[in-house]
């Protein structure tokens, strides 16, 4: 119900909107209650045969709800699209600012691309909780007050009686089957991922279970659980067919006890007879507004599933807070000290770097180099604030770190990285995304430096080339590139690349790195590899393994000794 | 819309099928007794001063056939219900035995996740089309006739109104629905572009943070989320004409309906009964039209998941093999591979061109070259996972597509890239091929494997569960497991396709004790892209865009100019 609740308030912004759309939503259904009294009672009138002019106002009254219902309807749904679009962009913009201060911290360990598609999907999930949630609900409240009022004009045991009925199929039969519904519903998922489990296992297995002729094992096993999961849902279709079923019987009965009642109070001459079929009829139209209350379980369900997911992310805490009073940043920092540098990414995690210290001074090329797990990473991600550090771990210029804010220091940093994500856009716009006020010449210098600009130029569309998702038009070594010159663009002081070449091929690789070392020389760089290539260029190289600095020095004195280094270099170049 | 290929999927199920559109046709039965019951009251009471007691039977009537109504749409319901779930079970079943027979050649060349997904979410897609669409169309049919009926024996007048403006519903239905179609289409491909490009920045934040440029994407996000509902509104101010005019049709009608016999019970030419018999059931003479209106689109998604599901099942299956002359193969003495083409079927290029060689028992044969030269085709086509389109492969003389398959795979152990493990136990996954191993056994593949360690350290050892739900082991251990499955099979012939390409050289290095163990003493088929492994092959192939263009042992190679003089130097060239 929590859930319910934050997600109500979340879009509680847009009432204005909500409240127009349940008022022309009642209308649209007030219209046909509304037609069904008129016509009725027009025909009882016409039934005692008066004069035409006597029935003149009820005819031209049928008339105008004959027409009411369609407009009302049409303008429901302009209205609530309109508010449901108000609302998707409100839920994305607020998605993105929950999610910006605790990237990556808090997604790392999920499998972020599932977490990430799954909470996009989310946010268009919950885009209809109002329209789906929220307003039918409330638009039949508006209904059973009207009806009620107006049935409260003749006789309060009408309204009373009516007003029962629809609660009971608005309220108690959906409540009710929900709960009987629950237990066989939880089978259901826990059925379906189960089979989808063994579906996957099985296609995605397929070689491996030819080349061990165990097909039929598995066709058999997928043949058992769909057996299940039919019977399972079969037990849900019983649920639903017989809340089809008590709703349509409570609304039949209702009528019947309206009409019952009726009678009697004609009988008595507590009531004109001529309303009678007005009555019945106007009482059998206001269902509509509850019927549909019944197919409420599964939107309830979808929106608290997905909000739970994404308030989960919501209520992460950022792992980096800046201090209050942050110190202002000097964009000339001469030097950044790591200083005995421990780290854990949480409590129950060993250590993953321990006791790191080194020194990156201006116009230094260092290489930091080990096997995958050795925490290499790590070190950028430290140094770009995406986890908070012991105090005085990292010190610019003699201040920690952690006195400065995070922005600012991220300020500091080109960053070229082998996830760097391009856009699915142009050339162009992913260049400008680190520089939105670049001009043409700043595109053509980056370009330049990164040695893509000849290939651009080659392009019949030349900036304006589309990439496609993840760049996936372009092969890698030009992604690389493009990455390259877009964190180029920025024209700062120090350049971090952490594994710009894994996943190159060999010749691939030789090049980008020979583009980095001739081109930008001049900057103080930061490389991140676990390949001993092209490392005889660098000023100073940290060898680590296991969170551990091993050996230091230049590529010639390592090669010399016999340590991890020399291991690394001649198990990859045998 | 009634789909043929859909249609014939309800035929076994016949009885269901008449049970709901039975029991649809008496609902419609009882809402035409329930208005005259209704009305016959009303009148008696109204104009009569009829007591309660002098209206006790047709009220007691009127409560049964409400109970009834009930009664036959909860069975409708639920006979719909059960006919859909029938279908799909068994669909899915089908489905899954025809993508099992077309086996790993077919499934390598499709996405396996979009298989699993046409499986499982496109095969439940076809729900609503049994339970909703198609009971609809014949509850649209059936219902509306029944009134139409009751009400032409009871007047003509109001008769000919239903039945002039019936029609006029499905048709603005269709001709709106025709005029909407792009309009809708082209706001469902905006607003899925745009929540693409939401999830496209999502993906990037990180690299947007880096950049420092993190803050200022939100306003984008923003500004491209209104800019696009400003365009789909105006294009759904035009979608939302539809719902206007079906409910104008029907509300209109019934106004149209209720004037009418207005007037004429004013000048005496109508009883006020059967007036108030025909106000009743004009609503629900255009319920069922309009309910139609609302499924189609179950209809088209259901049309539409159909299409892709037939599609998998109008792939045709590979011939079957005959059965081996022999019945048995217990080991064979050469493989030859002779004027070998093969093509994938979507891709024109061919895979492999006019491929000869040969391996004899014992030997081990290493195939190297670029990424997409072929090896792999030769390994496919050894497993059978694909058969070539020209040329022949013949084992000890006999063409290997006529031997069965099973047989012959059981000769094999294939150890490739990525091995897929199992959501089961560990013990589960090492005895794959052979589920009757012994635990002994299986260890002893473990150890073989140098698995045993790790196996023994987890606190579950044998029976921890891997794969999708369970333990996730790193490529090395994965490739362990592929091993420690091939050392347990015990094969005359071994295929390893790269099973170490994607290892780091560490573990890379690691692993190599272990498959040269496995190799020892057996007839080898390895495909590689390191060219240490294969220093001491009998003989390797070198491929090129699906030729072979040399071959010969490793110091015959290096004597030639050639490509596998140039991979050479690349490995040992860089510093």
Redesign the interface.
């Known amino acids: 119900m929590k859930i319910l609740q934050r997600l109500s308030a979340l879009v509680f912004p847009f009432y204005r909107g909500m409240l127009l759309s349940i008022v022309i939503g009642a209308a649209t259904i007030g219209s046909s209650v509304a037609l069904m009294a008129t016509s009725a009672y027009l025909i009882s009138r016409a039934a005692l045969q008066p004069s035409i002019a006597e029935i003149q106002t009820t005819i031209v009254a049928v008339r105008l709800f004959g027409i009411t219902r369609g407009v009302f309807r049409y303008l429901e749904r302009y209205v609530s699209h309109n508010v449901t679009f108000q609302i998707l962009t409100h839920l994305r913009v607020w998605f993105y600012e929950v999610l910006e201060p605790v990237t990556p911290a808090a997604i790392q360990d999920r499998h972020s691309g599932d977490l990430l598609s799954r909470s996009t999907n989310d946010v268009d999930t919950l885009r209809e909780f109002y329209l789906r949630v929220l307003a039918p609900p409330l638009v039949a409240a508006v209904i059973i007050i009207g009806v009620t009022f107006f049935m409260g004009t003749f006789d309060s045991s009408l309204a009373f009686t009516l007003a029962f009925f629809l609660l009971l199929v608005g309220v108690g039969i959906p409540v009710s089957t929900r709960w009987l519904a629950k237990a066989p519903q939880q089978s259901l998922i826990d059925l379906r991922s189960h089979i989808q489990t063994s579906i996957v296992d099985t296609v995605q297995g397929l070689a491996d279970l030819s080349a061990y002729s165990q097909e039929d094992r598995y066709l058999n096993a997928v043949s058992d659980l769909n057996h299940n999961f039919r019977n399972a849902q079969k037990r849900v279709a019983v649920i639903n067919a017989l809340q089809a079923g008590l709703s349509n019987l409570s609304m039949y009965v209702a009528i019947w006890a309206v009409l019952l009642i009726g009678i009697m109070l004609v009988n008595a001459g507590s009531i004109d007879g001529v309303f009678l079929a007005t009555l019945v009829l106007a009482s059998l139209a206001s269902f509509e507004a509850v019927l549909p209350l019944g197919q409420l379980s599964h939107p309830i369900d979808q929106s608290q599933a997905a909000g739970e997911r994404l308030f989960e992310i919501a209520d992460t805490p950022p792992a980096v807070v800046d201090q209050p009073v942050a110190a202002k940043i000097n964009s000339s920092i001469e030097n950044i000290l790591f200083n005995n540098l421990s780290f854990r990414y949480s409590n129950h995690e060993p250590e993953v770097l321990r006791d790191i210290s080194f020194e990156l001074s201006r116009g230094q090329s260092l290489a930091v180099v080990g096997p995958s797990g050795a925490g290499k990473s790590t070190l950028i991600n430290l140094l770009l604030r995406f986890w908070e550090v012991p105090e005085d771990s990292i010190l610019l210029d003699g201040q920690d770190i952690r006195t400065f804010p995070q922005e600012e220091i991220r300020s500091l940093f080109s960053v070229v990285s082998q996830y760097s994500h391009l856009f699915n856009a142009t050339i162009r716009d992913n260049l400008l995304v680190a520089q939105p006020s670049a001009t043409v010449e700043d595109l053509i210098q980056a370009t330049r430096l990164a040695e893509i600009d000849g290939f651009i130029q080659s392009l019949p569309q030349g900036n304006d080339t589309w990439i496609g998702e993840q760049g996936h038009l372009l092969s890698g070594g030009e992604r690389q590139r493009l990455a390259i010159a877009r964190a180029l663009l920025l024209d700062r002081p120090y350049l971090l690349l952490d594994e710009p070449t894994a996943n190159l091929d060999a010749l691939t690789e030789q090049a980008i790195l020979k583009t980095i070392h001739n081109n930008l020389g001049h900057k103080t760089i930061l490389m991140i590899t676990h390949r001993i290539v092209g490392l005889d260029n660098f000023d100073h190289i940290i060898v680590m393994d296991k969170g551990q600095i091993k050996q230091q020095g230049k590529h010639e004195e390592l090669i010399g000794d016999d340590g991890l280094y020399r291991r690394m270099w001649s198990i990859q170049d045998k | 819309m009634l789909d043929k290929r859909l249609w014939t999927e309800t035929r076994k199920h016949r009885l269901l099928m008449a049970l709901t559109i039975g029991l649809a046709f008496l609902g419609g039965v009882f809402t035409v007794a ?1 208005a005259y019951w ?1 009305s016959q ?2 009148s008696d ?3 009569q ?1 009829a ?2 007691a002098a ?1 006790q039977r047709p ?1 007691a009537l ?2 049964g056939v ?2 009834l ?3 036959a ?3 409708t ?2 006979s719909a ?2 006919l859909a ?2 279908i ?2 068994n669909l ?2 089908r489905l ?2 025809h ?2 027979a077309l ?2 050649g077919y ?2 060349s499709e996405s ?2 979009e ?2 997904n046409t ?2 979410e496109g095969v439940e897609h076809l729900e609503k089309y049994f339970s909703e669409y198609l009971p609809q169309i014949f509850i649209s049919a059936l219902i509306p006739l029944t009134i139409l009926f009751s009400v032409f024996s009871l007047d003509l007048l109001s008769g000919l109104v239903l039945l002039f403006t019936a029609p006029l519903i499905p048709y603005f239905m269709v001709l709106i629905g025709r005029a909407t179609e792009a309009l809708t289409q082209r706001q469902w491909t905006s607003l899925s572009r745009l ?24 306003t984008t ?2 500004i491209i ?2 800019q ?2 400003q365009a ?2 105006g294009v ?2 035009v979608a ?2 539809s ?6 049709l029907a ?2 009608s ?3 309906i ?2 009418q ?3 004429r ?4 030419g109508l009883d ?1 009964a059967p ?2 018999f025909l ?2 059931l004009a ?1 629900e003479f255009y319920q069922p039209l309009r309910n139609l209106g609302a499924r189609f689109h179950a209809g088209a998604e259901g049309v539409a998941a159909a299409n892709r599901i037939f599609e998998v099942f109008e792939t045709p299956l590979p011939e079957k093999s005959l059965i081996a002359p022999k019945g048995t193969l217990s080991d064979f003495a050469s493989i030859q591979f002779k004027h070998v083409s093969l093509s994938y079927q979507e891709r024109s290029q061919l895979a492999l061109s006019d491929i000869s060689f040969e391996i004899n028992k014992g030997q081990k044969v290493a195939l190297v070259g670029a990424s997409g030269a072929g090896k792999s085709s030769i390994a496919n086509l050894l ?1 059978r ?1 694909v058969d070539p389109q020209e040329g022949q492969i013949v084992v000890d003389g006999s063409d290997l597509q006529k031997i069965d ?2 047989i012959w ?2 000769q ?3 150890v ?1 890239q990525f ?2 493990l ?2 089961d136990s560990l013990a589960a996954n090492i005895a ?2 052979h ?1 009757d191993a012994t635990q002994e056994q299986i260890e002893a593949a473990a150890r073989d494997a140098e698995l045993d360690d790790f196996i023994q350290s987890l606190p579950d050892g044998y029976a921890t569960q891997v ?3 369970g333990l996730r082991l790193s490529g090395g251990q994965s490739q362990r497991v592929a091993l420690a ?1 091939a050392f347990l ?1 015990n094969p005359n012939f071994l295929i390893l396709d790269e099973p170490t390409a994607h290892l ?3 573990t ?2 690691q692993l190599q004790k272990a498959i040269r163990r496995l190799m020892k003493e057996r007839t080898t088929l390895i495909i590689v892209h390191r060219l ?1 492994t294969v220093v001491d092959a009998d003989q390797i192939l070198v491929f090129s865009d699906g030729r072979i263009v040399q071959g010969g042992t490793h110091t015959e190679l290096l004597e030639q100019e050639g490509i596998y003089r140039q991979l050479q130097q ?3 060239g ?2």
């Open positions: 329930q209704m009251v009303i009471v109204f104009l001063q007591t309660l209206v009220m009127l409560l409400m109970v109504r009930a009664v749409l909860f069975g319901e639920l219900n059960y779930i029938v799909k079970s899915r079943q899954l035995a993508i099992l086996g790993p499934t390598q396996s996740g298989l699993s499986l499982m929540s693409a490009h939401f999830l496209d920045v999502v993906q990037g934040l990180v690299t947007l943070k880096a950049l420092g440029r993190s803050k200022q994407q939100a996000v923003r989320s209104d696009y509902a789909t509104l759904l101010r939302f004409l719902a206007l005019v079906l409910e104008l509300t209109i019934t106004a149209i209720a004037v016999v207005g007037l019970l004013l000048y005496g006020f007036a108030l106000l009743i609503p497993m996972f398959r099973a795979r059981n094999i152990a294939w490739p091995p897929h199992f959501f794959f091929g589920p794969g999708e739900r499955r099979r780091d050289p560490q890379e290095t240490d690349s490995f040992v860089s510093p």
